[in-house]
């Protein structure tokens, strides 16, 4: 059974930079896109960016782009978020979801718990 586990997540000040990591069991990370989604308290669920199969092939939402980076290594089965100039408007669970591509990725079901970030002074 294919499980996703986020991680990576905690408190960073204004302008700081994060990594999280999304890491895949029951499953090839090889075969799946990896989409990233976050929701702020209060807020619904927001898409972050998604990585396809294919090295290097990634989407941002206008949000995040400049900003964030999604990158994969099939072998250790983990995709990484890396975050920088943080914001207070950043501040949200963090949650991967896989799917064959990704052509719809806002629509990629999230299963798992979620990493939290919380940006603060």
């Known amino acids: 059974q294919l499980q996703l586990v986020e991680s990576g997540g905690g408190l960073v000040q204004p302008g700081g930079s994060l990594r999280l990591s999304c890491t895949m069991s029951g499953s090839t990370l090889d075969y799946w896109a990896i989409g990233w989604f976050r929701q702020a308290p209060g807020k619904g669920r927001e898409g972050v960016g998604c990585?396809?199969?294919?090295?290097?092939?990634?989407k941002y939402e206008d949000s995040v782009k400049g900003r964030f980076t999604i990158s994969r290594d099939n072998a250790k089965n983990t995709v990484f978020l890396q975050m920088n100039s943080l914001n207070p408007e950043d501040t949200a669970t963090y949650y991967c979801?896989?799917?064959?591509?990704?052509?719809?990725?806002?629509?990629?079901?999230?299963r798992g718990k979620g990493t939290l970030v919380f940006v603060s002074s």
């Open positions: 979801a896989a799917d064959t591509s990704c052509r719809e990725w806002y629509a990629m079901d999230v």
């Open positions: 990585i396809g199969r294919d090295v290097g092939k990634t």
